[in-house]
């Protein structure tokens, strides 16, 4: 879930996400490898974005990248296994938005960012930057 606390553009940087990455046969193998890949747990560095360059997903799985303007009160729900990013913020403004990820119940929960072994010392809790 996406959702930003004020009305934003996409030169303020909205979220994007990629059309059918989700469900496209194209995407399988993606979502089979990095979809599923623990960054921290591999010691990938830096960001943890699969490119810097949307045009490169676009290039070699298809789909359509797919954003708005969205308004203060506004919410996207996607799956998580959908190719998403930021666009760039081109203002001299802040875009203040809030995600966050839900599953059910019976689902195994992701331990390093929720439980009783959580550790607030890894870099988890931050991401990978």
């Given at each position: 879930?996406?959702?930003?606390?004020?009305?934003?553009?996409?030169?303020?940087?909205?979220?994007?996400v990629l059309?059918?990455?989700?469900?496209?046969?194209?995407?399988?193998?993606?979502?089979?490898?990095?979809?599923?890949?623990?960054?921290?747990?591999?010691?990938?560095?830096?960001?943890?974005?699969?490119?810097?360059?949307?045009?490169?997903?676009?290039?070699?799985?298809?789909?359509?990248?797919?954003?708005?303007?969205?308004?203060?009160?506004?919410?996207?729900?996607?799956?998580?296994?959908?190719?998403?990013?930021?666009?760039?913020?081109?203002?001299?403004?802040?875009?203040i938005s809030?995600?966050?990820?839900?599953?059910r119940e019976?689902?195994?929960?992701?331990?390093?960012?929720?439980?009783?072994?959580?550790?607030?010392?890894?870099?988890?809790?931050?991401?990978?930057?």
């Amino acid at each position: 879930v996406w959702i930003p606390f004020g009305d934003t553009s996409p030169d303020l940087g909205t979220v994007a996400v990629l059309e059918g990455s989700n469900w496209l046969p194209a995407f399988s193998k993606f979502q089979k490898t990095y979809g599923e890949c623990d960054l921290e747990k591999e010691g990938v560095s830096g960001s943890g974005w699969f490119t810097e360059s949307p045009s490169e997903i676009t290039k070699r799985f298809g789909g359509r990248w797919k954003t708005t303007y969205f308004n203060a009160g506004d919410v996207l729900v996607f799956p998580s296994n959908t190719v998403h990013m930021s666009t760039k913020n081109t203002t001299n403004r802040i875009r203040i938005s809030c995600d966050t990820r839900w599953q059910r119940e019976t689902d195994p929960i992701d331990t390093r960012f929720v439980g009783e072994s959580f550790d607030f010392n890894t870099k988890a809790k931050h991401g990978l930057w």
